[in-house]
């Protein structure tokens, strides 16, 4: 289930812990899209579709680039945004996602919805890089990783005001 939060308080303020939680944020390049912090998810329409494109499937390849299986879903406009966070915000190196994985810990109260739909998508990342590990070790380490964002995603939706 992905939470949505349309609330402008959550997505027009950019809180300080956004670049510490996902620095690539911040070093988009300024032509690569309108938005200055890209996110995915700005309506109900939006998260649905999300889910379609994480049920179809989605594929990371060894250098890191992203890909949307269904033709139909990769052809969308919408999903240009998707590719953008998949492939420059969301961490690939393992060093990167256990630095997210300690902030997300340190993190008090809820995470913005940019930081959220992130963390959603490296948990994917990491589910990803977990079953095509090629070592009981990797896939070890990789497990670790997805339980922790795990974690991390269900303290953030039981949170209570």
Request: proline share 2%; aromatic share 8%; charged share 20%.
């Amino acid at each position: 289930m992905l939470k949505l939060r349309l609330n402008p308080i959550y997505s027009s303020v950019q809180s300080s812990g956004t670049c510490s939680l996902f620095p690539a944020a911040s070093s988009i390049k300024k032509g690569a899209t309108a938005a200055a912090n890209p996110t995915f998810i700005s309506s109900i329409s939006d998260a649905h579709l999300l889910f379609e494109i994480l049920m179809t499937g989605i594929h990371f390849d060894s250098s890191g680039a992203f890909s949307v299986t269904d033709a139909e879903l990769a052809s969308l406009q919408k999903t240009r945004n998707l590719d953008l966070i998949c492939e420059e915000i969301v961490p690939k190196k393992l060093t990167d996602i256990l630095r997210l994985i300690s902030g997300l810990s340190n993190h008090t109260g809820y995470l913005h919805q940019h930081d959220f739909e992130r963390t959603v998508l490296t948990l994917a990342y990491t589910a990803h890089q977990m079953v095509s590990s090629a070592t009981e070790y990797q896939r070890d380490v990789w497990a670790e990783s997805f339980v922790s964002l795990y974690k991390s995603i269900k303290k953030d939706l039981t949170l209570r005001n």
